[in-house]
């Protein structure tokens, strides 16, 4: 009687035990980590002098930027990212103040693509830069070389990233912008 009581008490525990193990790797699946970082280039620029390294927004520029702040209008952003030059923080002001979120700003040669992805776990974060920096942006939260340099004129394409628990994709949208000259 001894032995087949002491069998029912093991038998118990390793059934109990191998229910607790389920339902830990069903919360696992269950638990989804989404981040979606929208990447723009800077609005069309004054190109009047070419020995100005850090133009402002012309008014088609300006339009733009306020186009952008209309399309994530939609979107619940968590944060927002402009390099320091004039024509990158103007086309991220319309945004900023739509969303009243403050712009941050970085430096595209120096991030660390682990750290920030870590501090926007679960966040939508907009990211304005160039047409170097946001296709190689792009290239470093997908960890792999998909996107080249934008054209020079190419101010209207956005680049969606999202990575779910771990794994990145991506689309790279054209947002015409009727505005004015």
């Given at each position: 009687?001894?032995?087949f ?26 638990e ?38 209309e ?88 680049y969606?990233?999202?990575i ?18």
């Amino acid at each position: 009687m001894k032995i087949f009581k002491s069998l029912l008490i093991v038998l118990f525990i390793v059934s109990f035990s191998s229910c607790k193990k389920e339902t830990k790797q069903e919360n696992i699946y269950s638990e989804k980590e989404v981040s979606t970082y929208y990447l723009i280039r800077h609005a069309e620029k004054d190109r009047s002098n070419a020995n100005n390294i850090d133009p402002e927004l012309i008014q088609k520029g300006l339009g733009r930027a306020m186009h952008w702040a209309e399309i994530f209008d939609d979107i619940d952003l968590n944060a927002i990212y402009s390099t320091d030059f004039l024509r990158a923080s103007m086309t991220a002001a319309p945004t900023s103040v739509k969303k009243n979120i403050d712009v941050k700003y970085y430096d595209f040669e120096s991030i660390n693509i682990n750290q920030f992805t870590a501090g926007h776990v679960n966040e939508n974060v907009l990211i304005v830069g160039h047409s170097s920096s946001t296709p190689e942006f792009a290239n470093k939260l997908l960890g792999e070389d998909k996107y080249s340099t934008m054209e020079d004129y190419d101010n209207g394409s956005l680049y969606i990233i999202q990575i779910t628990n771990g794994v990145a994709t991506s689309q790279r949208l054209h947002i015409n912008c009727n505005c004015p000259d």
